[in-house]
Structures are given as structure tokens and as C-alpha cells.
């Protein structure tokens, strides 16, 4: 009995199976999303764009989430992937932190409280901050290897334009509220759609 | 009873480990902006896919991948240089992005179409990665395909139906496309967990893949083009050329 106990505190295959779900969606929204940042002035909003898109699957994908762990290595798989899919390192830096943060805010409500499940939407998606560093943080190698490339002046002044330096921190909130927006649009969603179906219960 | 060689499953001819590797070192020495004399690093990185493909006898996609290489490949080389500023940027757009991420799209695409997914997972045993990862990577890559294949159908659906753009109500488009995707995705899921469940996957007790992999000469030919990307790369990085 106290085996079993023990067993059922741990993640469980079925758990990995949604794990590799969601994470996939999210991947899948991230590069649909992410082709548009071919036009400069769409960087920038990506980070609000994202979140807001991917809000309803995350939101569902939480009511699924009831030990700690599955989002951590949710953030840990879609930052590994994002970085095979040619983003950089940072993405994935950034994608476990941000993770492991959420997962500790929905551990603190053990991951029953709604309002704290917004917030760690919101903590979630700060990872995509991790997708502009090397365009501020390394901003004249980045431009160098894309003039290398043989890339447009106009495309970089572009960028400069949209994405300057102190945008950093902006940008960091406009994820951040993102996140909530997306939580939020899930939440209804859940509501009117999932719940109805017996999917959510 | 222990197997013994003759009794396992032949894999492909490449180790899924060498793909593996391979999937993430060519995205990892391009991604990172490569100057224009070091052209040998980026051919060889391309060739790596290239050569995984003919060993796997799937010539119509290695020669499509290999022209289409070619072509992106000069028309950066040759062609950006002498065109005006516009045409200039709408060629870096689709060749020169694709010069630098066709090698790791394709890393992909052998991964997802010529390789099996009880290849991958005993790969994955074999280099000791905990199921924890090991699970969820494999459904992403599993699942991928499904989801592009729902996502379409979902499309032409709507289209049929003539709510394209949310029939009037713009702030419709996504949810007439997220509910019934996510609605066959979590189905699915429970679906993929049954079997996982049924193949004996989070059993207390280690499994025993039934392919048996191993390195052969192959595969210590395409380590040896991948250690070479590695030490261009890093030459490179610290200026040494």
C-alpha cells in the first residue's frame, strides 16, 4: 500500500505522453508564429502574439498538470527543441528558468488555484525575452554574422528600429502581460468549450 | 533468457545515435553566423544529411535536398552581391536562411521519416537518458506529424464551411481552429499513454529495447564530418581563422 502510494506521487508515463502533447503545440505555435519575424516590425510583437495564441492550450494543458515537474520539463523539452530549430542557446536557458519558476508558483496553490495558474502563465512565456538576446544583449556580432550572410542593411536598420536597446525590459513585460492575456482567453475558453465536453472536469 | 545478436531487430543502416548527435550539433555550428571564407564548414555540415540520406537509399530526396542546397548556396554566393538592395533582401530571405537552416530541417525530417520510433528510444536507453526526457521527446516527435496532418484538415474544414477569416468575427480565427485541434489532441494522447502503458513504458524495471545498436563504419565517417564542423566552428569563434 505505502508502495503505491509513493508510486502515484511520481510522474507517471501517462504524464510524459502530455508532456510531449503540449510541448509539440507549443512548438508547433511557436515556429507558425515566429515565421512572421521575416518583417521587423512583427518582432517585437511576437512576444505578445505568442502567448495570446498559445494561451488556450496552456491553460488546458495546466488543468492536466497536478504534480511538480511537468511544466519544468515542459519548458526544458520546448527550449532543447527551439534550439535544435536553429533559435540559439538562449531560448533554452531561459525556457527551463521561466519553467521551473511557474511550476514552483502553481506548487505553492498545489496547483488547484486559478488565479495562480494565470500568474504562471504569465512567468511561462518570459522565456520568449530569450529569443531577442542575441539581437540587444550581442547586437554587433548578431548584425555581423547576418551582414556575413548577406543580409540587407535596411532588414538591420529595421531591426534597430523596432527592437532597440532599452527595449529589453519592455519587451520583458509585454511577455509577461501576454501571458496573463493568453491565461485569461484559456480560462474563458476552458469554460465555454472544455468543460461542457467533459474534458476538463 | 538473454537474446542473443541474431535473435534482435536490425536497425537502419546508420546508428540512430549518429542522428541524434547529428540533430543537434549542425543547428548548433550554423546557427551561430558563419563568415564567408569558412564556406568548407557549411558544405560539409550539408553534406552530413546528404550522405545519411543515400546510405538509407532515399535518392529522390537526397537529390532534392542537394539541389535545392546548390541553388540557395550560389544564389547567396554569386547573386547577392550584384543585385540591387531589394531583390538583395528578398534573396537572403529564402536562400540564405536556408543555407543555414536546410542541414538541421533535414536532421529532422531523416529523424521523423527514416528512422523508427523504437530506434530512437533505444538510442536514447543505450546513451542512459532518463525516461523523464526520453518519453516526451519521443511523442514530440511522433506527434508532430499528426498535428500538422489535424491542423490541415481543420483548414479545409473551415474553408468549407467559408468561416476562413472567423465568418465576420475576427477574434473567432483562433478559437475556430485551437478548440477542435486541442479537442483531437488530448484524445490522441490519452490513445498514445494506452499504448505506452501496454509497452511496458514507467514499469519499475529497466526495459529492454529490441533493437540492437551499434556503430559501424558509416557512422565513424560521419562523426569524423561532424567532429570537423565542431573544430572549424571553434576556430572560427576564437579568430583563428
Given at each position: 500500500m505505502s508502495e503505491y502510494v509513493k508510486e502515484n506521487k511520481k510522474l507517471q508515463p501517462k504524464d510524459f505522453v502530455t508532456i510531449g502533447i503540449f510541448s509539440a503545440i507549443f512548438i508547433f505555435i511557436t515556429m507558425g508564429v515566429g515565421?512572421?519575424?521575416?518583417?521587423?516590425?512583427?518582432i517585437p510583437l511576437i512576444t505578445v502574439i505568442i502567448p495570446v495564441v498559445a494561451g488556450i492550450p496552456f491553460m488546458l494543458f495546466l488543468t492536466k498538470v497536478k504534480k511538480f515537474g511537468m511544466v519544468s520539463i515542459t519548458g526544458l523539452i520546448t527550449g532543447i527543441l527551439t534550439m535544435v530549430g536553429g533559435m540559439g542557446i538562449w531560448p533554452a536557458i531561459l525556457g527551463i528558468s521561466a519553467a521551473v519558476a511557474a511550476d514552483l508558483i502553481l506548487l505553492s496553490a498545489r496547483y488547484t488555484s486559478k488565479v495562480r495558474s494565470v500568474i504562471a502563465s504569465g512567468v511561462y512565456w518570459t522565456f520568449l525575452i530569450g529569443t531577442m538576446g542575441p539581437i540587444i544583449v550581442t547586437r554587433d556580432s548578431y548584425y555581423q554574422n547576418l551582414l556575413s550572410q548577406g543580409m540587407d542593411q535596411a532588414y538591420l536598420d529595421g531591426l534597430t528600429k523596432w527592437v532597440?536597446?532599452?527595449s529589453l525590459i519592455p519587451l520583458l513585460i509585454a511577455c509577461f502581460v501576454g501571458g496573463i492575456l493568453g491565461g485569461l482567453l484559456g480560462l474563458a475558453t476552458l469554460k465555454k468549450h472544455f468543460e461542457k465536453a467533459g474534458i476538463v472536469g | 533468457m538473454k537474446k542473443t545478436k541474431e535473435e534482435l531487430a536490425e536497425t537502419g543502416p546508420v546508428d540512430p545515435r549518429t542522428k541524434l548527435l547529428m540533430l543537434f550539433l549542425l543547428p548548433t555550428v550554423l546557427s551561430a553566423g558563419i563568415p564567408d571564407h569558412v564556406s568548407v564548414l557549411l558544405i560539409t555540415a550539408a553534406a552530413i544529411p546528404v550522405a545519411i540520406l543515400l546510405i538509407h537509399k532515399a535518392i529522390p530526396a537526397a537529390l532534392i535536398y542537394a539541389a535545392a542546397f546548390v541553388g540557395a548556396y550560389l544564389a547567396t554566393t554569386y547573386l547577392t552581391p550584384v543585385v540591387t538592395p531589394l531583390l538583395r533582401t528578398l534573396i537572403y530571405t529564402c536562400s540564405g536562411l536556408f543555407v543555414v537552416v536546410l542541414p538541421g530541417a533535414m536532421m529532422g525530417y531523416i529523424i521523423i521519416r527514416h528512422t523508427k520510433t523504437a530506434e530512437i528510444n533505444a538510442a536514447m536507453e543505450k546513451i542512459r537518458l532518463t525516461p523523464k526526457i526520453s518519453i516526451p521527446i519521443m511523442v514530440v516527435i511522433r506527434f508532430i506529424p499528426t498535428l500538422i496532418k489535424e491542423a490541415a484538415s481543420i483548414n479545409s474544414a473551415i474553408k468549407m464551411r467559408g468561416?476562413?477569416?472567423?465568418?465576420?468575427?475576427?477574434?473567432?480565427i483562433i478559437e475556430y481552429r485551437m478548440i477542435p485541434l486541442l479537442m483531437s489532441s488530448v484524445k490522441i494522447g490519452d490513445e498514445l499513454s494506452m499504448a505506452a502503458i501496454t509497452r511496458g513504458m514507467g514499469a519499475p524495471v529497466r526495459r529492454k529495447p529490441v533493437y540492437d545498436i551499434s556503430f559501424n563504419a558509416a557512422d565513424y565517417i560521419l562523426m569524423g564530418a561532424g567532429i570537423f564542423c565542431v573544430v572549424l566552428f571553434i576556430m572560427t569563434k576564437v579568430g583563428a581563422i
Open positions: 515565421m512572421l519575424t521575416a518583417i521587423p516590425v512583427f532597440p536597446d532599452w | 468561416i476562413r477569416f472567423g465568418g465576420g468575427k475576427p477574434v473567432k
